[in-house]
């Protein structure tokens, strides 16, 4: 029943807000350079690893994987800032979820680095 949901609500999340996932990417994309999305290795259900999605909110750097944002980080662009906010950076984690790698009830998967 919860996968059942988890498609159902990731689908319309997706469908309605896919103007939005449109306007942010080329945001992104106009303010800096690199993809508008950005993929994160975290640890999932039975210690698979999978990608999650997000928008990317800083410029493309080495310490992406291994340095987590600060409040004042250098490495954030503006629409990053705002993004990251208002939690909008978290939008495309819905294909996570669609793909049945996450779920909208929880729990919510960790960086590598924190579950090491």
Same mark, same amino acid.
Request: glycine letters at 8%; hydrophobic letters at 40%.
């Given at each position: 029943?919860?996968?059942?949901?988890?498609?159902?609500?990731?689908?319309?999340?997706?469908?309605?807000?896919?103007?939005?996932?449109?306007?942010?990417?080329?945001?992104?994309?106009?303010?800096? /350079?690199?993809?508008?999305?950005?993929?994160?290795?975290?640890?999932?259900?039975?210690?698979?690893?999978?990608?999650?999605?997000?928008?990317?909110?800083?410029?493309?750097?080495?310490?992406?994987?291994?340095?987590?944002?600060?409040?004042?980080?250098?490495?954030?662009?503006?629409?990053?800032?705002?993004?990251?906010?208002?939690? @909008?950076?978290?939008?495309?984690?819905?294909?996570?979820?669609? /793909?049945?790698?996450?779920?909208? @009830?929880?729990?919510?998967?960790?960086?590598?680095?924190?579950?090491?």
């Amino acid at each position: 029943m919860i996968r059942f949901f988890d498609i159902l609500f990731s689908f319309l999340g997706i469908l309605f807000l896919f103007p939005v996932f449109l306007f942010l990417y080329i945001a992104i994309r106009l303010e800096s /350079k690199g993809g508008g999305f950005y993929k994160q290795l975290r640890v999932g259900r039975n210690g698979k690893d999978f990608y999650v999605y997000k928008f990317r909110s800083m410029r493309v750097n080495a310490q992406c994987d291994t340095l987590q944002a600060t409040e004042c980080d250098p490495r954030k662009t503006r629409i990053g800032n705002l993004i990251r906010k208002t939690n @909008v950076d978290e939008l495309p984690q819905f294909i996570n979820v669609f /793909k049945g790698e996450m779920s909208i @009830v929880g729990p919510r998967p960790h960086m590598l680095s924190h579950t090491e």
